[in-house]
Nanobody, 124 residues
Framework: QVQLVESGGGLVQAGGSLRLSCAAS????????MGWFRQAPGKEREFVAA????????YYADSVKGRFTISRDNNKNTVYLQMNSLKPEDTAVYYC?????????????????WGQGTQVTVSS
């Protein structure tokens, strides 16, 4: 089993930046890729970004391309989401997720482990 703990959320004004962190523990050897999803009130959970563990191939939702950067530190078993030029529509609970295999990284159903979420609020 894998445990994921997010941190770094908070309140920021539009145009500002935040960096989210997700620390993985447990059976981290089984992780093939990690991703970030977000869920705003009344909306479905949506894909934000993903990164493969071995070679750091990255994938982004169109809505965050050019603004968000996902990265990972294998030694620390940690994935990061650097969020720049934040917009009010980025406001959501952000969830870190991990999966044991490859596939469609934007599909939350294919992920095996989830963190508890961290709130990101962007004021206008």
């Amino acid at each position: 089993q894998v445990q994921l703990v997010e941190s770094g959320g908070g309140l920021v004004q539009a145009g500002g930046s935040l960096r989210l962190s997700c620390a993985a523990s447990g059976s981290t050897f089984s992780i093939y890729a990690m991703g970030w999803f977000r869920q705003a009130p009344g909306k479905e959970r949506e894909f934000v970004a993903a990164i493969t563990w071995s070679y750091a191939n990255t994938y982004y939702a169109d809505s965050v391309k050019g603004r968000f950067t996902i990265s990972r530190d294998n030694n620390k078993n940690t994935v990061y989401l650097q969020m720049n030029s934040l917009k009010p529509e980025d406001t959501a609970v952000y969830y870190c997720a991990a999966r044991r295999g490859s596939g469609r990284y934007s599909n939350p159903v294919e992920y095996d482990y989830w963190g508890q979420g961290t709130q990101v609020t962007v004021s206008s």
